[in-house]
């Protein structure tokens, strides 16, 4: 079983930390990795995508990936209220054959930032 | 530019009626999937569509039927309601290179069997 995890929540940060929100993955071949946030009763929405080691920088939002030992992380810096939401982590993970890749998502991370 | 758009957004159903839902994308995108997000569980997989004409089985495909009509237009259909099928449903499309953009969801439809 291919699986997508992300360390269980809820998180809570105060404004202006830096909220970490970590994933970890197994499947070895998956190239590319996502982040989706998703507000209460709204669908997710894409926010970040990173394909190749290291940092992928976006305004306040960071990606990091390490392919060696299998992890994804969003870090979001000066965190606003407006932050608070569900963060999912989607890899790709080739399915059967290996011909096809699909987006594999983990269950999520609700994130809280208190003002 | 709409994007992926569902209907309906809200529905109750009694138990052991039908219905379809449906989703239908302007993006010229080549896969189209249907998901189903519960508390706890995550967003699974009930059935994708590659490209059209074809469909397959996600992880969760029992009690579902999907028809891919055209390239724009991808349904889900509830033969016999259950309890159990309370949820709410994302449709989403890629373009072939999903690997690359990733899905766009759409907006949602959220069933309550009764």
């Known amino acids: 079983q291919k699986e997508v995890e992300q360390n269980s929540g809820p998180l809570s940060v105060p404004e202006g930390a830096i909220a970490s929100l970590n994933c970890t993955y197994s499947?070895?071949?998956?190239?590319?990795f996502f982040w989706y946030r998703q507000y209460s009763g709204k669908s997710p929405e894409l926010i970040m995508s990173?394909?190749?080691?290291g940092d992928k920088e976006d305004g306040r939002f960071t990606a990091q990936l390490n392919k060696a030992s299998q992890y994804v992380s969003l870090l979001i810096r000066d965190s606003q209220p407006s932050d608070s939401a569900t963060y999912l982590c989607?890899?790709?993970?080739?399915?059967?054959?290996?011909?096809?890749?699909?987006?594999?998502f983990g269950k999520g991370i609700t994130l809280s930032v208190r003002p | 530019n709409a994007g992926v758009t569902q209907t309906p957004k809200f529905q109750v159903l009694k138990t052991g009626q039908s219905m379809t839902l449906q989703c239908a994308q302007d993006m010229n995108h080549n896969s189209m999937y249907w998901y189903r997000q519960d508390p706890g569980m995550g967003l699974r997989l009930i059935y994708y569509s590659a490209s059209e004409g074809t469909t397959d089985k996600g992880e969760v495909p029992n009690g579902y039927n999907v028809s891919r009509l055209n390239k724009r237009e991808f349904s889900l259909r509830l033969e016999s309601a259950a309890p159990s099928q309370t949820s709410v449903y994302f449709c989403?499309?890629?373009?072939?290179?999903?690997?690359?953009?990733?899905?766009?969801f759409g907006s949602g439809t959220r069933l309550t069997v009764v």
């Open positions: 499947d070895r071949g998956s190239q590319s």
């Open positions: 989607a890899v790709n993970i080739f399915w059967n054959t290996g011909a096809n890749s699909k987006l594999t």
């Open positions: 989403a499309s890629s373009a072939r290179q999903e690997f690359l953009y990733g899905y766009t």
């Open positions: 990173i394909y190749s080691n």
